[in-house]
């Protein structure tokens, strides 16, 4: 049996990093950042919101993260009052925090990045990714 020539495995290495990288570059970005926040005016409609958001509220992280869950859990809880309802999105640059009416009518909107809310709560992605393995592996 005869081995790959080098000219072979060159192309089949460089190759294999321009897919990585396309494949990163394609990837679709959150649209959960101080742009869209800017974009949401008093009295939009839910559907308009999660249209310009890119979805219904949720965690649209990479990573599972469950300390960012529970402080944005509280974050969204305080002040919570019974004829208003609270949703919160999760994205990798911040937190979109919308308040509706009952009509679903956007009456406040905050933003809270990623940085504001402590380094301990917003862990790079490698870290989260380890602290996940780590979690899958120790669970059985």
């Given at each position: 049996?005869?081995?790959?020539?080098r000219?072979?495995?060159?192309?089949?290495t460089?190759?294999?990093v321009?897919?990585?990288v396309?494949?990163?570059?394609?990837?679709?970005?959150s649209r959960?950042?101080?742009?869209?926040?800017?974009?949401?005016?008093?009295?939009?409609s839910?559907?308009?919101?999660?249209?310009?958001?890119?979805?219904?509220s949720?965690?649209?992280?990479?990573?599972?993260?469950?300390k960012?869950?529970?402080?944005?859990?509280?974050?969204?809880?305080?002040?919570?009052?019974?004829?208003?309802?609270?949703?919160?999105?999760?994205?990798?640059?911040?937190?979109?925090?919308?308040?509706?009416?009952?009509?679903?009518?956007?009456?406040?909107?905050?933003?809270?990045?990623?940085?504001?809310?402590?380094?301990a709560t917003f862990?790079?992605?490698?870290?989260?990714?380890?602290?996940?393995?780590?979690?899958?592996?120790?669970?059985?």
């Amino acid at each position: 049996m005869r081995l790959p020539s080098r000219r072979i495995l060159c192309i089949s290495t460089v190759s294999l990093v321009a897919v990585v990288v396309g494949a990163w570059l394609l990837m679709p970005r959150s649209r959960i950042n101080l742009e869209s926040f800017k974009l949401i005016k008093e009295g939009m409609s839910r559907k308009e919101i999660e249209a310009l958001l890119g979805g219904p509220s949720g965690d649209y992280t990479n990573w599972p993260h469950p300390k960012r869950i529970n402080q944005l859990v509280a974050l969204a809880l305080q002040g919570n009052e019974e004829d208003f309802v609270q949703h919160i999105w999760l994205g990798e640059e911040g937190v979109v925090k919308v308040v509706f009416d009952s009509h679903a009518r956007v009456i406040s909107v905050e933003f809270f990045r990623s940085d504001d809310l402590g380094e301990a709560t917003f862990e790079s992605p490698s870290k989260r990714f380890m602290n996940w393995l780590y979690e899958k592996i120790t669970r059985r």
